[in-house]
């Protein structure tokens, strides 16, 4: 009978699959996933930097703040503030972050259209890119334990780019598509006489066609996060990942809810854990080389200012009195940069992986499909060359007994 027990809980435990989630801090931190988040987040940053820097040195006002770093600093702070209202399980806090982060890029972008239409571009090509390789590893991770290479994994998503970049912009091209239709009838109707006639009379297609809008928008937003891994697990292509995210979004909400959810709770407190770990790291190298450098703490100050929690990347507040104390300033922020840059990278690779693990749950439950089923390179057939079951030189080797008779002489009775 404790047999039949314990087989029968472990049985229940296999059906639940949302504690496979619980996989994604080890599947976040694998260092080829940690290495491709970086080179992408210091491609965007370095991209914004320079548009900034090109923005400002063409404009009137020197002393401004270039946009990106501007909303840089913005995001970051709506960022923390709804991750730390996350733990403390304050919903009106997280939406209220969320609400204040999306207002500002919304914002942003509304000032400063040109340049903002210019970074997103960008941001789809860095994202298809770095997005598609750690889904492809993730889901090789996450199905059969494979931890394929970096080199293998940039190759397959460069492969995919199209794909990958064509299966978020085509539910907005779509939705752009119907509404020229009711952006064409409003132009109808300021016709005198006519043009509201005509309203009223295509009023049912107009509300066909916002209903369509309103089907595609909220399936490309809510699905947004499983197109990257359709494509890294089942070697999709863009409308194929598509119709993946619509068909698991629409067949299982709550599902696809709880599991979003579980997983940006347990992505704050990895971020939290991640981020306090870098913060250890950063203030016990500082408070020993305080310890080393005799005398004032001026040198030091000047150098490398000492780290907080909330701000791991401090700038120095005292100005260098000597050239080789600002050029050790420089190599040291350029180090604590790539320190903070790499709790950048642990969030994207853990936003990527985690969705790739939704993905696979997800399809189990609506397709039926086993976790470990995941599309691999087709194997390479090598034909050899055809030999012959005996050569000539053998035969000519074989003894007068073994040959058999001609078939056209007399066999003898």
Sequence with gaps: ????????????????????IFQTFRMAIQPSKLIIALMAVAALCITGWIMDYVVIATSDAQSEAGVFSTLWHCLSTRFHGAVYS???LDITGVTTNIAEFFEAIGQTAIENYIYSIIFIVITLVVASIAGGAICRIAALQFARGEKPGLGEALNFSTKRFVSLLAAPLTPLGIIVFIGLFIFVLGLIGNIPWVG?????????????????????????????NLMFPAVGYDDA??????????SYIYAKPWRMGFYTALAAIYGAVCYVFVRFFAFLLLWVSHRTLQLGILGDNSKLEAIWPQPSFANLLS???????????SVAAVLVHIFVLVTVGLVISFLVSFYFSANTVIY?????????????????????????????ATKPEESKKQPESEKQPDSSSPVEE
Excluded at 197 to 224: E, Q
Excluded at 315 to 325: G, I, L
Excluded at 367 to 385: G, I, R, S
């Design 1 to 20: 009978m404790a047999g039949e027990k314990q087989k029968e809980t472990s049985q229940l435990l296999d059906n639940l699959l949302f504690p496979r």
């Design 86 to 88: 996350l733990l403390w």
């Design 196 to 224: 509201e006639l005509l309203v009223g009379i295509c009023m049912p297609l107009t509300l066909l066609a916002g209903g369509l809008i309103a089907v595609v928008l909220i399936g490309g937003v809510a699905g947004f």
């Design 237 to 246: 292509d863009c409308f194929d990942a598509i119709s993946r995210a619509f």
């Design 315 to 325: 700038c120095s507040a005292s100005e260098a009195s000597k050239w080789s104390e």
């Design 360 to 388: 696979a749950l997800m399809r189990n439950k609506v397709d039926n499909t086993a976790l470990d089923d995941v599309y691999t390179y087709p194997e390479e057939t090598k034909t050899e060359p055809h030999t012959p």
